[in-house]
């Protein structure tokens, strides 16, 4: 049979979506032919407004190919390339609205390690003894001011030269400065660990470069990392930031929120050389 050719509707630049998103067939899953119909819709238009070059074309492949060559099971550098474009904060944002007096979220980061070891009430985590001391305590709320017992937290941070300990396996103890607490019957968690210090998030890689071409610096202003949990309650990613830290206003990826930046002050008891004190309030978990 013969094909009627003047009736087939080619690839043109200005039916460009229309041409790729139509291909999607009917037992594709709902969610995902939305996602990819909005994903072709928004990079064509992208490709259209900046008038896409050759060149400018093979340059990104290029990159995405290092990119994704760059990823191990140590290393995450597409997150990375999230977190730089703000992407990760965005999502974060879309998941967590509607949480008026509950603690804020941010990024989770690359460097959480499951399986940390749990620890007393009031150890120290700082294992290679680095760095100026430092008591981090508080209270778990739930929303109506209330206690809550038990509840998890599951902390990290860097050590003073700015590393995490997975980052110098060679030098670092293991499980440096990382530690799981759970809190008392008043809702309570202290422990002990070394003030946190800024540090640049890894840019020996093509992320790096970017940052490096777009005239930006690479660095995080200084932060203790905490995942706390308890049963019936949202899991809250977050962080506590240094109070006094140069790069507060302009941290890479983007994670600073005001609420999140915690007092460090001198401790009266002579205990340790600071004190950061800092609560959390959870949300019922209404999913189940
Ligand atoms: C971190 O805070 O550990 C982190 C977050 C995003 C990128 C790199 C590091
Ligand atoms: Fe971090």
Same mark, same amino acid.
């Given at each position: 049979?013969?094909?009627?050719?003047?009736?087939?509707? *080619?690839?043109?630049?200005?039916?460009?979506?229309?041409?790729?998103?139509?291909?999607?067939?009917?037992?594709?899953?709902?969610?995902?032919?939305?996602?990819?119909?909005?994903?072709? $819709?928004?990079?064509?238009?992208?490709?259209?407004?900046?008038?896409?070059?050759? =060149?400018?074309?093979?340059?990104?492949?290029?990159?995405?190919?290092?990119? =994704?060559?760059?990823?191990?099971?140590?290393?995450?550098?597409?997150?990375?390339?999230?977190?730089?474009? /703000?992407?990760?904060?965005?999502?974060?944002?879309?998941?967590?609205?509607? !949480?008026?007096?509950?603690?804020?979220?941010?990024?989770?980061?690359?460097?959480?390690? $499951?399986?940390?070891?749990? !620890? #007393?009430? =009031?150890?120290?985590?700082?294992?290679?003894?680095?760095?100026?001391?430092?008591?981090?305590? +508080?209270?778990?709320?739930?929303?109506?001011?209330?206690?809550?017992?038990?509840?998890?937290?599951?902390?990290?941070?860097?050590?003073?030269? /700015? *590393? %995490?300990?997975?980052?110098?396996?060679?030098?670092?103890?293991?499980?440096?400065?990382?530690?799981?607490?759970?809190?008392?019957?008043?809702?309570? %968690?202290?422990?002990?660990?070394?003030? #946190?210090?800024? *540090?640049?998030?890894?840019?020996?890689?093509?992320? +790096?470069?970017?940052?490096?071409? !777009?005239?930006?610096?690479?660095?995080?202003?200084?932060?203790?990392? %905490?995942?706390?949990?308890?049963?019936? %309650?949202?899991? !809250?990613?977050?962080?506590?930031?240094?109070?006094?830290?140069?790069?507060? $206003?302009?941290?890479?990826?983007?994670?600073?929120?005001?609420?999140?930046?915690?007092? *460090?002050?001198?401790? #009266?008891? =002579?205990?340790?050389?600071?004190?950061?004190?800092?609560?959390?309030?959870?949300? $019922?978990?209404?999913?189940?």
């Amino acid at each position: 049979m013969q094909i009627d050719l003047s009736t087939i509707d *080619y690839f043109t630049e200005s039916g460009s979506v229309e041409a790729v998103t139509s291909r999607t067939g009917n037992e594709a899953d709902e969610r995902l032919a939305t996602v990819w119909a909005m994903l072709v $819709k928004h990079l064509h238009a992208f490709a259209k407004e900046v008038d896409l070059k050759q =060149g400018e074309w093979e340059a990104g492949i290029d990159f995405l190919t290092r990119t =994704g060559q760059m990823c191990d099971e140590n290393r995450q550098e597409f997150i990375l390339l999230s977190d730089v474009l /703000g992407l990760s904060m965005l999502t974060d944002a879309i998941n967590n609205r509607e !949480l008026a007096s509950a603690t804020e979220s941010t990024v989770m980061g690359p460097f959480h390690v $499951k399986g940390a070891p749990e !620890l #007393p009430m =009031g150890a120290n985590i700082s294992l290679d003894g680095k760095g100026e001391s430092c008591i981090f305590e +508080g209270y778990v709320f739930d929303q109506e001011g209330n206690a809550i017992e038990g509840a998890r937290l599951d902390v990290w941070c860097d050590n003073v030269d /700015g *590393y %995490y300990d997975v980052q110098q396996p060679d030098i670092q103890p293991k499980w440096n400065n990382r530690g799981i607490f759970k809190t008392g019957q008043d809702g309570t %968690y202290r422990f002990m660990g070394a003030k #946190p210090v800024s *540090y640049p998030i890894p840019h020996d890689g093509p992320v +790096g470069q970017l940052l490096e071409k !777009l005239g930006r610096h690479p660095n995080r202003p200084a932060h203790m990392h %905490y995942i706390v949990s308890a049963p019936e %309650y949202r899991t !809250l990613v977050t962080h506590s930031f240094v109070d006094d830290d140069q790069w507060l $206003k302009s941290d890479v990826v983007f994670g600073v929120k005001a609420s999140l930046v915690a007092n *460090y002050e001198h401790s #009266p008891d =002579g205990d340790a050389k600071w004190r950061s004190p800092f609560d959390f309030i959870l949300v $019922k978990d209404t999913t189940n």
